[in-house]
């Protein structure tokens, strides 16, 4: 099985292929696009600014790629987000992928949302034998507000979409692969999934 992660530099892509070979699987990180799109699994994380980020995606071609895979694809914290249409964070135009609006949190708790919290509501089989309020990893300013696409729900200080689900393209706001055996639960699903 091929499994590939979109390195494009704005993802913690190690921390990534390190959980996957702890699970016994090998990915490559690459932001090659006929890599992608020969790929079974495609795994696509981000970290920190939605308009740099999208910059890059633009800029290797994947803007087009992205949207357009057919297989499994699992986007991770920034990934999920840029997977919506827009971002409030520098008005960003992202891949259109789920028609949701991501949102800057403002909430009386302290942003960026760092640390552990409890996914509810789970539906989907990427959450085969996780376990109902499981803790899992979370750094981040912005949000996914729920929708029809809901998988998994969070509440700091408002409920979101702690994870989303739309075909063939699955999305987690939280970290899997630093979030313990149930993120790692996550992961094995999301490689077993048809």
């Not at 702890?22 to 981000?46: H, M, Q, S, W």
């Not at 992202?94 to 960026?112: A, D, Q, S």
């Not at 929708?147 to 994870?163: F, H, L, N």
């Not at 993120?183 to 699903?189: M, S, T, V, Y």
Request: negative net charge; aromatic residues 12%.
């Amino acid at each position: 099985m091929k499994i590939v992660i979109i390195d494009y530099g704005a993802g913690n892509v190690k921390s990534v292929q390190f959980a996957l070979e702890r699970l016994g699987y090998e990915a490559i990180c690459t932001n090659n696009p006929e890599e992608i799109i020969a790929a079974d699994k495609v795994i696509f994380p981000g970290v920190g600014e939605a308009q740099s980020a999208m910059n890059e995606i633009v800029k290797f071609g994947l803007d087009t790629v992205i949207p357009n895979l057919k297989q499994p694809v699992l986007g991770i914290c920034l990934g999920m987000q840029l997977m919506c249409d827009y971002s409030e964070e520098n008005h960003t135009e992202c891949l259109g992928i789920f028609p949701v609006k991501v949102k800057k949190f403002e909430v009386e708790y302290k942003v960026p949302h760092i640390g552990w919290n409890q996914i509810t509501g789970l539906k989907s089989d990427l959450f085969n034998k996780v376990t109902e309020n499981s803790y899992m990893y979370y750094v981040h300013s912005y949000y996914v507000p729920e929708s029809e696409y809901t998988i998994a729900s969070t509440d700091y200080g408002i409920v979101y979409a702690g994870a989303i689900k739309k075909d063939n393209f699955y999305a987690c706001q939280f970290h899997p692969e630093k979030s313990g055996d149930m993120g790692e639960q996550i992961l094995k699903n999301f490689i077993n999934i048809v």
